[in-house]
Nanobody
Framework: QVQLVESGGGLVQPGGSLRLSCAAS????????MGWYRQAPGNQRELVGW???????NYADSVKGRFTISRDNAKNSVYLLMNMLKREDTAVYYC?????????WGQGTQVTVSS
């Protein structure tokens, strides 16, 4: 089993920045790619981006150039740096970790972009 705990969400003004963190614990040796997803009210959960254990990244078109995913394998953590935030980035953000057996999810952290 893998446990994921997100932190760093909150209220930010349009154009501002936030950094989300996700700490993994448990059977972390099984984790490969880690990623971030988000879900806005009334919408389906969507991919924000992912990062492999080797550091390769991929992003949704809607966040390219504004969001950056990084990973610290020594701390078993993944991060999401969000710059130039827009109102449409408002959502609950979820950390995801993939293993050969299954995917794991965090509890989510709310990000609200509003003036």
């Amino acid at each position: 089993q893998v446990q994921l705990v997100e932190s760093g969400g909150g209220l930010v003004q349009p154009g501002g920045s936030l950094r989300l963190s996700c700490a993994a614990s448990g059977s972390i040796f099984s984790i490969g790619t880690m990623g971030w997803y988000r879900q806005a009210p009334g919408n389906q959960r969507e991919l924000v981006g992912w990062i492999t254990s080797g550091g390769s990244t991929n992003y949704a078109d809607s966040v390219k150039g504004r969001f950056t995913i990084s990973r610290d394998n020594a701390k078993n953590s993944v991060y999401l740096l969000m710059n130039m935030l827009k109102r449409e980035d408002t959502a609950v953000y979820y950390c995801n970790a993939g293993s050969p057996a299954r995917d794991y999810w965090g509890q989510g952290t709310q990000v609200t972009v509003s003036s």
